[in-house]
Structure formats: C-alpha cells, structure tokens
C-alpha cells in the first residue's frame, strides 16, 4: 500500500514539473514574439516642463510626445516635472523616478528657481553633477537644457549662472539646448505674467533656423550606433523641438526680437516726462544718488514723522554727524556692518545715509525679532554695531553677551522731533503707555549723545563703487533659519541687484557670493 502511494506521488510530481516546463516554454515563446518596450524619455524640470498655467496638451512636453510620435519614433515620454522645483528638490526625487521609469533618456531642465532665489552657483552645479551622476549610473543619456535669469541679480552671478550649464555639457560631454526660452522670450504675445509661456503655440518657421540639431550646443553629436538603435535621430529631434519650436509658444514669423520681456504694468502710472528705463552705471553708489538729491532739493522737506518734518537739508547734517561718530568715535571702518533693528521712525533714514558715508554695510532687524532670532542675524552678518530703537532693547539685552558688538546705540521714537516734541513723546511713552521695557545695556549710548559727538569729528569721505556691498538683507526665516543675501551699492537697482552670502546656516541652505 505504501508503495502504491509513493508511486502516486512521485508521477504526480513528473506531472506537475511537465505542466509547469510547458507553461515556462509557451510564456518565454510569447515574451519573445512581443514587441520589445519602449524607450523612455524622463523629463525632470520645473513650471516650465509641467505646464504652469496651461493645459496638459499645449505644454511642450506633450507636444514633443506628439512629434515624436508623428516621425515613427515609438519612445514614450514621462513628465516628471514640478512647479517651482528647484535642483536640490528634483535631486531627491530622482531616485524614485529612475527605479519606476528606468529612462533611456534623461532630459533635465531644472536651475530656473535656484537662480531667481539667488543660491550659489557652486550649489547649483553640485546638484547638477548629483542628478548627472544618477543618471548615468542608472544607464541613460541626458539631455541638458540651459536657462538664463534677469540681468538685475548682477552681471558676476548671472554670467556664471548661465556659464554652468555649458561648463556642465562640456564636462560630461552632454548633448544640450543653449536656452529654453530662445524663441519664446523674445515673443511677448507668448508670454503670461512675463515668466511662464501663454499657450502651446504651432510650429513656425524662424530665419536662419533649421529643423538640425543646434550647433551652438555644448556637447558632442550622439552616433546612430550609440543609442536606441537611432539615437542620432531621436537626439537631433529633441533638441530641435526643445529649443525652435515645442517650447509651449513659437515665435511667430516676423516676431522683433526685444529681449527677455517682462510685463512692466507699472510704467502705465508714470507721471509725463519720467523715464522708462534707468542708467545703472550713472552713480557710482546709492549714496551719491541721495547726495545729489539733497544738492537739488535742500531746502525741501524729505520725511515728516508724529508731524514734524525733516528737509533734505536737515538729513544732510543729521546723517553726517551720525557717520562721523562710526567712522572716528566707534572705530568702524569700510565694509564694516551695523544692525538697524527700527521701525518707520525719522532715524532710520538718517542712519541709512549715515552708513553709507562712513561706508558701512547696513543689516536690517526686524523689531518683531525674537532673542533668538536676533541672536543669530547678528552673529551671522558679523555685525560690529547696531542703533536699536529701546522699545526693543530688551530683546537685545537678553543676548548681548553672547555677541561681539563693539558698539550699541539705542534711541527713542521721539529723539529727533525737535523740543520739546521729543522730550514728551518720550516720556509718553516710556512711562505713560509703559512701552518700554526694562532692559541693561551697560556700554550703550543714546543716539542723542552720538550726534553730539559727531558734530566735532572731521568725516574721512570713503570711496564706494557698483559692487561694495550696501545691505545684507535677510528673509523672514519662515522655512527655517533666516538667510542673508548681499545687496550691492549699484543705485538704481536696489533691491534687486543682491546675491546671496555665506553665513552659519544649515549647509542645505548655505549660501556664498
């Protein structure tokens, strides 16, 4: 009986190991009669990949799917682009991206947010390099699309900015697209809110341009036998219809080209005779563009504060007692920075101009600032003084001996009024509606003393050019620790010409000039 059983279960065994052979040997057959997969065309950018504003199908992404499709090439394309996505964000996305599509191509259309946020452009490379790397090593090609920013972030950070994505396609001997937006930021029509293309636009024939590959790109032409069995095909087609024509708008024919255009809805509410655009190289520094406001407007009144008005006379004389105290009584030399932490009151713009002749870097503190907040602007900007308004003295004296001041100034709303304003606002205030907080400055002196002072010191006049810094401005600190960005002495172009710097900040957020 036993042996019955044996039997049984070994022919069952043969049984079910023939079934399974067959059924191995029909699924490899089929696997082998079905058409091998296509090949897939990642795209990793930001708004203007993902189509911000506009339908699916008008973006250019969808569109080159489209032609692709129309010249026989079976690659399927993936949009993995977000809105407002930066090369730090799309770096960390990668890796899912790559393990879910496993991309015969890469094309990597990312740096546009980095550079309007003004983070370094080392930063920025290394992203690049990270996503590069990534690519490469999961065996796809990239794609390198190149993208400018304003000319107002200065003419060092945007040369380099650009500079990158060549430097990148000539290390890695990448293909590439010079700028996304060649055709289409010349075409205002094409445009929405001066950033991000309108429509998808239709093909349009441009002068002198092709349906070739372009040959101001960096990297070398890719061979037919190294890709996809055409490869030479599918790369000249997507770098064409990147850079001529897929770009979510075309030039139209006979387009003028005006540059990169930005809706200026302001200029509707310029009064007559005011001009439009502005010769940055006119002054050498904020300061002289104040300077001569003040030599043609002296005797007119500048700010008026609580009812009491200040011409540009008075700001004159104030400013310069204020810069001599710095510059001969408190020591500061050029490039020094002194912390402002005031509200709209008469000092400030006293103070600003003060600065500026003793050629001193301004950082400006929030009065709303926390002690820890505070603490870390001033020890990040290396503030050596600071004028405060004493209703905020308090916040100051709580971390005071962990900074490196050398010299505190602390002022009251109603210091420059005039008498008696001055001495009753003050008074109100401090005992009155019990404004100001106890606080110990030991080492500090009042703003009053320090004009009293300066108005006996000789001011050494200090040379200032385009890029001495005027300002480290620092942002709210709503994602994290706040960050500074260096703002340069270029007049008309405050506050925009500004670059980022480096500063004892998390090194994901670490910037440099």
């Given at each position: 009986?036993?042996?019955?059983?044996?039997?049984f279960?070994?022919?069952?065994?043969?049984?079910?190991?023939?079934?399974?052979?067959?059924?191995?040997?029909?699924?490899?057959?089929?696997?082998a009669?079905?058409?091998?997969?296509?090949?897939?065309?990642l795209?990793?950018?930001?708004?203007?990949?993902a189509?911000?504003?506009?339908?699916?199908?008008?973006?250019?992404?969808?569109?080159?799917?489209?032609?692709?499709r129309a010249?026989g090439?079976?690659?399927?394309?993936?949009?993995?682009s977000?809105?407002?996505?930066?090369t730090?964000?799309?770096?960390?996305?990668?890796?899912r991206?790559?393990?879910?599509?496993?991309?015969?191509?890469?094309?990597?259309?990312?740096?546009?947010?980095?550079?309007?946020?003004?983070l370094?452009?080392?930063?920025?490379?290394?992203?690049?390099?990270?996503?590069?790397?990534?690519?490469?090593?999961?065996?796809a090609?990239?794609?390198?699309?190149g993208?400018?920013?304003?000319?107002?972030?200065?003419?060092?950070?945007?040369?380099?900015?650009?500079?990158?994505?060549?430097?990148?396609?000539?290390?890695?001997?990448l293909?590439?697209?010079p700028f996304?937006?060649?055709?289409?930021a010349?075409?205002?029509?094409?445009l929405?809110?001066?950033?991000?293309?309108?429509?998808?636009?239709?093909?349009?024939?441009?002068?002198?341009?092709?349906?070739?590959?372009?040959?101001?790109?960096?990297?070398?032409?890719?061979?037919?036998?190294d890709?996809c069995?055409?490869?030479?095909?599918?790369f000249?087609?997507?770098?064409?219809?990147?850079?001529?024509?897929?770009?979510t708008?075309?030039?139209t024919?006979g387009?003028?080209?005006?540059?990169?255009?930005?809706?200026k809805?302001?200029?509707?509410?310029?009064p007559?005779?005011?001009?439009?655009?502005?010769?940055?190289s006119?002054?050498?520094?904020?300061?002289?563009?104040?300077?001569?406001?003040?030599a043609a407007?002296r005797?007119?009144p500048?700010?008026?504060?609580?009812?009491?008005?200040?011409?540009?006379?008075?700001?004159?004389?104030?400013a310069?007692?204020?810069?001599a105290?710095?510059q001969?009584?408190?020591?500061?030399?050029?490039?020094?920075?002194?912390?402002?932490?005031?509200?709209?009151?008469?000092?400030?713009?006293?103070?600003?101009?003060?600065?500026?002749r003793?050629?001193?870097?301004?950082?400006?503190a929030?009065?709303?600032?926390?002690?820890r907040e505070?603490?870390?602007?001033?020890?990040?900007?290396?503030?050596?003084?600071?004028l405060?308004l004493?209703?905020f003295?308090?916040?100051?004296?709580?971390?005071?001996?962990?900074?490196?001041?050398?010299?505190?100034?602390?002022?009251?709303v109603?210091?420059?009024?005039?008498f008696p304003?001055s001495?009753?606002?003050?008074f109100?205030?401090r005992?009155?509606?019990?404004?100001?907080?106890?606080?110990?400055?030991?080492?500090?002196?009042?703003?009053?003393?320090?004009?009293s002072?300066?108005?006996?010191?000789?001011?050494?006049?200090?040379?200032?050019?385009?890029?001495?810094?005027a300002?480290?401005?620092?942002?709210?600190?709503?994602?994290?620790v706040?960050?500074?960005?260096?703002?340069?002495?270029?007049?008309?172009?405050?506050?925009t010409?500004?670059?980022?710097?480096?500063g004892?900040v998390?090194?994901?957020?670490?910037?440099?000039?």
């Amino acid at each position: 009986m036993s042996f019955i059983k044996t039997s049984f279960s070994l022919a069952a065994i043969r049984v079910l190991c023939l079934v399974l052979l067959a059924c191995g040997i029909t699924a490899a057959a089929r696997a082998a009669d079905a058409p091998a997969a296509a090949p897939t065309i990642l795209v990793l950018g930001d708004s203007l990949s993902a189509g911000y504003g506009i339908r699916v199908e008008q973006g250019w992404v969808a569109l080159l799917q489209s032609r692709l499709r129309a010249k026989g090439y079976g690659h399927r394309v993936v949009n993995a682009s977000s809105s407002g996505e930066t090369t730090g964000g799309a770096l960390a996305r990668l890796p899912r991206a790559l393990a879910t599509h496993r991309p015969a191509i890469v094309i990597v259309e990312l740096g546009g947010n980095d550079g309007l946020r003004g983070l370094p452009v080392a930063d920025i490379r290394r992203n690049f390099e990270a996503i590069i790397r990534s690519s490469q090593q999961a065996g796809a090609t990239i794609l390198l699309v190149g993208m400018k920013i304003p000319p107002n972030y200065g003419p060092t950070y945007t040369r380099d900015f650009y500079g990158l994505y060549g430097d990148l396609a000539q290390q890695y001997k990448l293909p590439s697209v010079p700028f996304l937006l060649a055709n289409v930021a010349r075409d205002e029509s094409a445009l929405s809110g001066g950033r991000h293309p309108s429509h998808g636009g239709r093909p349009a024939p441009v002068a002198g341009r092709g349906l070739a590959a372009p040959a101001a790109a960096a990297g070398p032409e890719v061979e037919p036998a190294d890709f996809c069995g055409s490869p030479a095909g599918v790369f000249g087609l997507l770098r064409c219809y990147i850079d001529w024509m897929t770009l979510t708008a075309a030039t139209t024919a006979g387009a003028t080209t005006r540059g990169p255009v930005l809706e200026k809805i302001w200029l509707q509410h310029y009064p007559a005779g005011v001009p439009a655009e502005i010769n940055p190289s006119e002054y050498r520094s904020l300061r002289e563009l104040i300077e001569q406001a003040i030599a043609a407007h002296r005797d007119r009144p500048c700010f008026t504060c609580m009812g009491h008005t200040l011409t540009y006379g008075d700001i004159d004389v104030l400013a310069n007692r204020f810069a001599a105290y710095l510059q001969q009584v408190a020591r500061l030399r050029k490039g020094d920075r002194i912390a402002l932490m005031l509200p709209n009151v008469l000092q400030y713009p006293v103070a600003i101009l003060g600065a500026f002749r003793a050629g001193l870097t301004i950082v400006n503190a929030n009065p709303l600032y926390t002690p820890r907040e505070l603490q870390h602007q001033l020890h990040d900007s290396g503030a050596r003084a600071i004028l405060i308004l004493e209703n905020f003295a308090h916040t100051l004296a709580e971390v005071k001996g962990d900074l490196h001041l050398d010299t505190v100034i602390v002022t009251g709303v109603g210091d420059l009024l005039g008498f008696p304003k001055s001495m009753l606002v003050n008074f109100a205030l401090r005992h009155v509606k019990k404004q100001v907080p106890e606080y110990s400055l030991p080492d500090a002196v009042s703003l009053t003393e320090a004009l009293s002072k300066g108005r006996y010191e000789n001011l050494e006049r200090v040379e200032l050019g385009h890029e001495d810094i005027a300002f480290l401005q620092y942002t709210g600190g709503t994602t994290g620790v706040s960050k500074g960005a260096r703002c340069s002495r270029t007049a008309t172009s405050l506050p925009t010409s500004c670059s980022p710097r480096r500063g004892s900040v998390p090194s994901s957020t670490r910037t440099s000039r």
